[in-house]
């Protein structure tokens, strides 16, 4: 079924990730749907940490997103499971039953209550989990928890991912330093399986769940949203961050301002990026990493579009597959962004040079730096709309062959 | 350069043309770009003729599009010229040169203002368009002009379409039977080149220029506006209608209403999906034609953004490619069309066969049929949200590595 795939030439290996203070971490082979490998993830987490979450803007959701929507309004957590090889997505009264049965099972084993424990599944869509091998396999998980176990975690939820991904860092708050770990999947994916994006963090900070929610949403705005792989999103996508409280930093108040967490804000977001492009490289049969800076736009938010725009192209990114800078191609997609944007004072650069500027190609334009950029695994697009001071920076992948080898694949 | 491709396995052939009162068509090799084959085309009309067009929605057209739209304010014509080749786009100062000059030049010839030629290029972007060759190549298009050559118009326009697209119906108007006769090139493409949609339709009746736009706009709405390849828009499309007014019907006043029409308006989108879906027969790589069809949604235009969303996500097309009824697939891409939707009302059915209903798959639901009508050259899939009583029809093709071949290639 899971047809061993080539890994990323776009890999990036996962860093040392020592323990966060208030969790532990265990993974088990559970059989739920793969053979001879760890399928079953459990994350332990200190009495008193608080959560925060950002899902799928899916109105086709799968079961354990409606659930941690739901458990989020505590805004406290205990316990993550995590299940690789089935997603619970469309699976009616089954899927809610599955949910409320792990959550129980994992609770009564942690002494807390069913609405601590947050859920996260990944795999097929439209067969029941078989949540019974989840939940027998609890004891064993509980047996196993520990802090050093973070890479086991990465490896433990991936499904077609080709490498484990994980990143680190630290920064100060309230005078102290606290850290903040990460680990996430997608964006590979097996012939009937759903390529979905889950990402789980946590930090030993203290920090209360408004804040911490308003972090979250800030960062995923400025990581994830500004990636894709193929326009297509999930009925499972999960960002969770969990916050234990066992750093001995100055107390943060429920309604402190993002000013007051500013240091760990960008620390979130610039961990949330490494991961996100993580995702990003190991896309399905991505042989070149593509970032596109969108400046002189009308705002922001319309050079964001814009960069969507150009990065879900199917006809740009199939170029940049066969590494012609097709710039005809970047016109049509800004083009049809739909954003204000005028022919005329256009211009798009790849790697550093200027192609066609102001309505036009560039006078004298010299191919032969922009080829050379274009052989290389990491491709830099510039496109300045010269109308304006808004900006935005997105990531996506080339599409290859690989990707219709991996998604056109007969179910087996 | 442009390298033979394989014809697409969907063709249909090309029907008999007869002509159109006050239509003559001429073709010749101006050498824009190709060789050994005609590349540009001139279809002359009587005097008296009306017009109407719709054109890309890029915010990046090509100069031949800007002229289009400012001549289309006079609603007369007695021309068009077309070349294929050179799509005459992101080309600045030139771009405006080559219009007027080639406008300039046929106008002289057939003794009209050049107000009255409309103009449309398809091929290469953001390199000047050689107009001279052009407009050198206008004496022979003149002498050649000719009643019966609607299909050697057909080819003259294509690029790297695989075959020859046209449509012909009639119709009774006002008492007595008209014709309406289209041609239509799309979607082929040979790096660097833009995959253009260029339609031009021709009929004999007599329509005030703000009935015809009407009736084209409706037209165009259910049926181009109804098909994708790709998701990706051209800066050079273009549907012109050109009205001839030699046949003998009842007046009908410029501000006639739709219904005075209504058989016209019917006969002419009945036409143009004709000439859509001939389109997406030849989608890059095309190996399947897919029919959507959205029912219980709330509104129409619900119904027909779910089917876009559907009919462009590449997780679709590509299981569609590897014979796969993946309906998973076709959950998560109604889940982030951004239309209300419901999962536990959502019902999925393909070829005849309903797999999944109200949020789980159908009980004892048999692959068998379902697996021998994903074989086959046309697929039809049945999405019903549950919800309401919008409907809508889209069609699409499935995403190949034909398509990777296509437009993943060097240019050279």
């Known amino acids: 079924m899971a047809k061993a795939l080539p890994v990323s030439p776009l890999l990036v290996p996962i860093p040392e990730m020592p323990p966060v203070a208030g969790v532990r971490l265990a993974t088990a082979a559970a059989g ?12 332990e987490f200190a009495p008193g940490t608080t959560v925060a979450g950002v899902f799928t803007r899916s109105l086709c959701p799968g079961a354990p997103i409606d659930w941690c929507r ?62 019974e091998r989840l939940t027998a396999a609890l004891p064993e998980l509980l047996a196993g928890l520990s802090p050093d176990r973070w890479h086991d ?21 309230g005078g102290t330093e606290v850290t903040i770990a990460g680990i996430a999947k997608g964006s590979g994916m097996i012939a009937p399986d759903m390529a979905t994006m889950l990402c789980f ?15 979250l949403k800030a960062a995923v705005d400025a990581s994830f949203n500004r990636t894709t792989v193929d326009s297509d999103t999930s009925t499972s996508d999960t960002v969770l961050l969990f916050a234990t409280g066992q750093a001995k930093h100055d107390r943060i108040a429920a309604d402190a301002p993002g000013s007051a967490v500013r240091g760990f804000r960008a620390a979130l977001t610039d961990l949330l990026l490494d991961l996100a492009l993580q995702v990003v490289r190991d896309g399905e049969g991505a042989q070149k990493l593509v970032r596109i800076d969108v400046t002189g736009a009308v705002t922001a938010k319309s050079a964001h579009r ?4 150009i990065a879900n192209s199917p006809l740009v990114k199939t170029a940049i597959a066969g590494e012609d800078a097709n710039w005809g191609r970047i016109v049509m997609a800004v083009g049809k962004a739909g954003e204000p944007a005028d022919r005329d004072t256009l211009s798009i650069g790849v790697g550093g040079t200027w192609m066609a500027r102001e309505g036009g190609v560039v006078p004298g334009y010299d191919e032969g730096p922009v080829v050379a950029h274009m052989k290389g695994r990491e491709i830099e697009i510039a496109v ?5 001071k808004g900006k935005a920076t997105v990531w996506t992948c080339d599409l290859t062959h690989g990707y219709i ?6 179910r087996s």
């Open 32 to 43: 739920i749907r793969y053979q001879g490998r760890t399928d079953s993830t459990l994350i």
């Open 201 to 215: 963090v946590a930090t030993d900070a203290k920090l209360p769940a408004p804040v911490l929610q308003a972090a």
């Open 70 to 131: 739901a458990a989020l309004k505590n805004g406290k957590a205990r316990a993550l499971v995590v299940n690789a090889g089935n997603a619970n997505v469309f699976t009616g009264r089954a899927g809610v039953e599955a949910v409320k049965a792990t959550a129980a099972a994992t609770a009564e084993l942690l002494g807390c209550k069913p609405r601590d424990v947050f859920l996260a599944s990944t795999g097929v869509i439209g067969e029941p989990l078989p949540y």
């Open 384 to 388: 300045d709309i010269g109308l304006g």
């Open 153 to 173: 975690a990465a490896r433990g939820i991936m499904t077609t991912d080709t490498f484990p991904k994980g990143a680190r860092r630290t920064v100060m708050l």
């Open 306 to 309: 814009i960069g969507m725009a």
């Open 405 to 410: 080898d991996i998604n056109g694949a007969y």
